[in-house]
């Protein structure tokens, strides 16, 4: 069986604009961490950024990196679904896992309060809310024309 061709708005999403949006975090992380922690919560913001919060924030940075240049390169190198679905259920865990990870701000202003977001809430938030839902669309086949489901060369 020939390999999925996957549709041209996953490839845009996935191949350029995550991956963008993924490295423009570790760019912020790393060389802005002041505004980092006070876009993110700005009441417990320290005036300077202490060592360890500057390791961790440098770690998030790297993190970022590495996973701006997975998603990038991965998913290039390979027309097959199996390879895509794979990597983009794991990143719909993490995607789950970085909703929580805004949780302490408060369920209605971490989710629901989109009027009051500042540009790293829309980040974390609504760009995570789209991919997350990109990711589920993908996986139940939308888009795919009327090609029998994806995934089914190595299912």
């Known amino acids: ?22 490295f423009t975090g570790a760019v912020q992380a790393y060389f802005f961490q002041s505004a980092y922690l006070t876009l993110t919560h700005a009441s417990s913001a320290p005036s ?4 360890s919060t500057s390791i ?5 940075a790297n ?8 998603e990038a390169l991965i998913l290039r190198v390979t027309t097959e679904y199996s390879v ?19 949780l302490p701000l408060g369920f209605s202003r971490a989710f629901l309060q989109c009027w009051n977001w500042n540009a790293i ?13 990109t990711r589920i669309s993908m996986l139940l086949g939308i888009g795919f024309g009327g090609r029998r489901a994806p995934g089914l060369k190595n299912a």
């Not at 300077?48 to 060592?51: A, F, K, N």
């Open 1 to 22: 069986m020939e390999p999925t061709r996957v549709p041209p708005f996953y490839r845009l999403v996935f191949l350029y604009l995550e991956p963008i949006s993924i």
């Open 48 to 51: 300077v950024v202490p060592v």
């Open 56 to 60: 961790v924030l440098t770690q998030l």
């Open 63 to 70: 993190l970022y990196l590495g996973l701006a240049i997975t």
């Open 84 to 102: 895509w679905k794979a990597l983009i259920i794991v990143l719909l865990i993490a995607d789950v896992g970085h909703l929580y990870s805004v």
């Open 121 to 133: 809430d829309w980040g974390n938030v609504g760009w995570v809310y789209f991919l997350a839902q």
